[in-house]
C-alpha cells in the first residue's frame, strides 16, 4: 500500500477526510516548490539532511494524525513509534531522521508541512515581498544566496510564500495546537490504534492487514 491509498483504510471517515485533504495540500505544496526551485536553480546538495540534525518539527494535531497512519498502516514499523517513546527531549536532533535511509527521513511521503517548506520556498521581508533565502547549511555555490522572485509572478503562477500554506494548514486544524513531532504523533498513534480496534472488533470496518501490537496507547 502506499499512502494515497490510506484513506480506503477508514473510509467515510472524518480522520479519512483529514488525511486526503493533507494529501491534497502537500501534493499542491510539492508542486510549487518544484516548479520555484527549477525556475530559480535551487538544490540541496546530494544527500545533504543537516536540517533535520538541528530541528524538533512541531506539527499539528491532523498532521501528526497521517504520520502516525503512515507508521502503522504504510509502513507497520513500530520501531518508530519505540523510537519517539524514548526520544531524548535533549536531542536536537530530529527523532524521525536516519542518517543512513537515502532520504533521511523515515515518514518522507508523510512529512509534515514545514519539512516540505524549509529550504524550498520563500518567505516574506519587511516589506511583505516574496524572498527566498539560501539555507544556511547549503554548500552548493551553484545556488543563489537569496532571490527575489517577483518575474515567477509574471510569467507562470503567483509566488506563494510559507505563510500562505501556512494558513492553508491552519484551514485544516482544528484545534491550531502545535505539539513536538515525537509527543503528537505518539498521541496520534494511540487514538489511531484505537480507533482501528473498534473497526476490527466490530467487523463492520476494513480488513487491516497485520495492525502492530499497540506500543502508545
Ligand atoms: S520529520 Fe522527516 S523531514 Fe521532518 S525534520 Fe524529521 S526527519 Fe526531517
Ligand atoms: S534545506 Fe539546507 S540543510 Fe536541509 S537538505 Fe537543503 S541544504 Fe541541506
Redesign the pocket.
Known amino acids: 500500500m502506499n499512502i494515497n491509498e490510506l484513506g480506503k483504510y477508514l473510509h467515510g471517515t472524518h480522520i479519512a477526510e483529514i488525511w486526503q485533504s493533507l494529501l491534497t495540500l502537500y501534493d499542491s505544496v510539492d508542486h510549487y516548490t518544484v516548479a520555484f526551485q527549477q525556475r530559480h536553480a535551487i538544490s540541496c546538495p546530494v544527500g545533504c ?1 543537516t ?2 540534525e538541528h ?3 512541531e506539527i499539528t494535531t491532523e498532521e501528526a494524525s497521517l ?1 502516525a497512519a503512515y507508521i502503522l498502516l504504510v509502513k507497520q514499523d513500530c520501531s518508530l513509534l519505540n523510537r519517539l517513546e524514548s526520544f531524548d527531549e535533549s536531542s536536537s536532533v ?4 536516519d542518517k543512513d535511509s537515502p532520504f ?5 511521503p508523510a ?2 508541512l ?2 516540505r517548506l524549509f529550504g524550498a520556498c520563500p518567505s516574506s521581508d519587511k516589506q511583505n515581498r516574496p524572498i527566498f533565502r539560501k539555507c544556511k547549511y547549503n554548500t552548493r555555490n551553484d545556488t543563489p544566496e537569496f532571490v527575489l522572485p517577483q518575474e515567477f509572478l509574471i510569467e507562470e503562477q503567483p509566488v506563494s510564500v510559507m505563510s500562505v500554506f501556512g494558513t492553508q494548514l491552519k484551514a485544516l486544524t482544528a484545534d491550531q495546537i502545535l505539539k513536538p ?1 515525537h509527543t503528537s504523533v505518539l498521541e496520534a498513534a494511540g487514538t489511531l490504534q484505537f480507533i482501528m480496534r473498534y473497526f476490527t472488533d466490530n467487523d463492520s470496518g476494513p480488513d487491516i492487514p497485520n495492525s502492530p501490537t499497540p506500543v502508545a496507547s
Open positions: 539532511g536540517c533535520c530541528f524538533i518539527p504520520v530530529c527523532p524521525l531522521y533521511h527521513c523515515t515518514v518522507y512529512r509534515a514545514i519539512c513531532i
